[in-house]
C-alpha cells in the first residue's frame, strides 16, 4: 500500500483544492487559494500569501473551481447541489441526497438538470419522477418541491417565490373575469336565427377550414415540463459506524470499489493537523477487480484549523488519468477520449470524487 510521501514522489501530477466556506451554509472548492480565508487574521500573513499566490486570470473561468449550493426549505432536507463554476447559479453537475443519520449519501448524475433545478436549487414540482413524489427504491427517482403560497425569511429563492406566486396570483384574476363574462352571457336574452341550407353549409366550411385557436389553458400544459429522473446515481455508505474503522466510506462505480477512509497518512508540513487532528484526515483509495487486495492512492482531505476553511483535498491527476485508460473502465473512456490533463476535471470521475469528498465530510461542511 503506497504512502502519501510515495504518492507525490511517483505521481507529480498533483491537484490542490482549497474548500471553503462561501456564505453561511455554501461551500466553494477552487485551486486557488483565498489568503483572507486562510489561518490566522495576521495582515502582515496575509499579505505574504498574496504576494506568494498572485490572482491568475482563471479565477472567473467556470471549468476552474467547483460550488456546493446548499438550498434552504422549511421543513424539508433538500439535497445539495455540486455546480461548475465559483457561483450557486453555475451549471448544475449532481445533486447530493443525504440519507438518515448520515448513513448513506445518494448522488445523482445527469445533464438534465440544469433544466428540471428551479432557481431556488431544488427539483420543480413538475419535474418529480413519480406522481406521488417518492424515491424509495430508486435512487434515481427525482424528488420535486412545491412552492408554497408563503414564504419563511431566509428561504432561498426570494425573487423566485414572488415572481411565481405573482404569476399565480394573474392566472386566477384572469379565470375570475372570464368566469364573470360567461355568466353575463349564460343571464343574457336569447337570440334565435333562422339558418338556411346554405347558412349551415359556411358554418361547417369557416369551422374547419378556420378552426378557433387553442386556450391559454391547452397552451400552458402543452409547454409544462415533464417528470424527469437521473442519467446515473451513485451511493456512497458509511460502512462500519460502530467499529474501530468509523471512517470508512464506500461507493463503486464502473466495477471499481473506492472507500474514503481515517488516516493519519499526512504531509510532512502538516505535523501540527497530524497532533491535533489525527482522526479527521481521509484519504481516498481504489481497488481494481481481480486485485482488490491492492490499493490505489488516488486522494486525500485534510481538515483546517482555519475560520472559514473547511480544508484541503488532493487528487492525484496522474492516477485519475490511469483509472480513465484502463479496459475495464469502458464507461469512462468515452467521456476521456482525446482529453488532456486539463479535460480530465470535466469526466465523471473527477466530479464524482468531489462529490463524494464533500459527502464523506458532511458532518463537517455539507
Not at 134 to 151: E, F, P, Q
Not at 208 to 222: G, K, N
Not at 253 to 282: C, E, Q
Request: charged share 30%.
Amino acid at each position: 500500500m503506497s504512502t502519501l510521501d510515495e504518492a507525490i514522489t511517483k505521481r507529480h501530477r498533483l491537484s490542490i483544492w482549497h474548500v471553503y466556506h462561501k456564505g453561511d451554509e455554501h461551500i466553494s472548492i477552487t485551486p486557488f487559494i483565498n489568503p483572507r480565508k486562510e489561518l490566522g487574521s495576521n495582515k502582515k500573513r496575509h499579505d505574504k500569501l498574496a504576494a506568494e499566490y498572485p490572482k491568475s486570470r482563471d479565477r472567473t473561468n467556470e471549468s476552474n473551481s467547483y460550488f456546493v449550493h446548499r438550498p434552504t426549505l422549511l421543513f424539508h432536507n433538500t439535497p445539495r447541489t455540486l455546480r461548475r463554476g465559483n457561483r450557486k447559479n453555475g451549471t448544475p453537475i449532481c445533486l447530493i441526497k443525504c440519507g438518515a443519520f448520515w448513513r448513506n449519501w445518494t448522488i445523482q448524475f445527469g445533464g438534465n438538470l440544469k433544466d428540471v433545478i428551479d432557481p431556488r436549487g431544488v427539483v420543480k414540482w413538475e419535474c418529480r419522477s413519480n406522481p406521488n413524489n417518492t424515491t424509495l427504491n430508486d435512487d434515481r427517482a427525482l424528488k420535486g418541491y412545491k412552492v408554497r403560497t408563503w414564504r419563511v425569511w431566509g428561504e432561498s429563492g426570494e425573487s423566485y417565490h414572488r415572481q411565481v406566486n405573482a404569476r399565480r396570483k394573474a392566472e386566477k384574476e384572469e379565470l375570475a373575469e372570464g368566469k364573470q363574462k360567461a355568466k353575463a352571457l349564460d343571464n343574457g336574452p336569447v337570440r334565435t336565427e333562422n339558418i338556411t341550407e346554405a347558412g349551415k353549409q359556411d358554418s361547417s366550411y369557416s369551422q374547419t377550414q378556420f378552426p378557433s385557436p387553442p386556450s391559454y389553458s391547452a397552451v400552458q400544459q402543452e409547454a409544462m415540463p415533464r417528470p424527469a429522473v437521473a442519467e446515473e446515481a451513485v451511493r456512497l455508505n458509511w460502512s462500519s459506524p460502530f467499529s474501530l474503522n468509523t471512517r470508512r466510506y464506500s461507493f463503486e462505480y464502473a466495477n471499481i470499489k473506492f472507500s474514503w477512509k481515517g488516516t493519519r497518512d499526512v504531509h510532512p508540513d502538516d505535523k501540527l493537523a497530524r497532533w491535533f487532528m489525527p482522526f479527521s484526515h481521509l484519504k481516498l483509495i481504489a481497488r481494481l477487480p481481480g486485485i482488490e487486495s491492492e490499493e490505489i492512492f488516488v486522494g486525500k482531505y485534510t481538515p483546517s484549523f482555519a475560520y472559514r476553511k473547511f480544508g484541503e483535498l488532493w487528487v492525484f491527476d496522474s492516477v485519475v488519468s490511469e483509472l480513465l485508460s484502463e479496459e475495464y473502465s469502458s464507461t469512462w473512456i468515452e467521456q476521456a477520449r482525446g482529453s488532456e490533463l486539463r479535460d480530465i476535471w470535466q469526466t465523471r470521475l473527477y466530479e464524482l470524487i468531489m462529490a463524494t469528498a464533500m459527502s464523506a465530510e458532511g458532518g463537517n461542511s455539507c
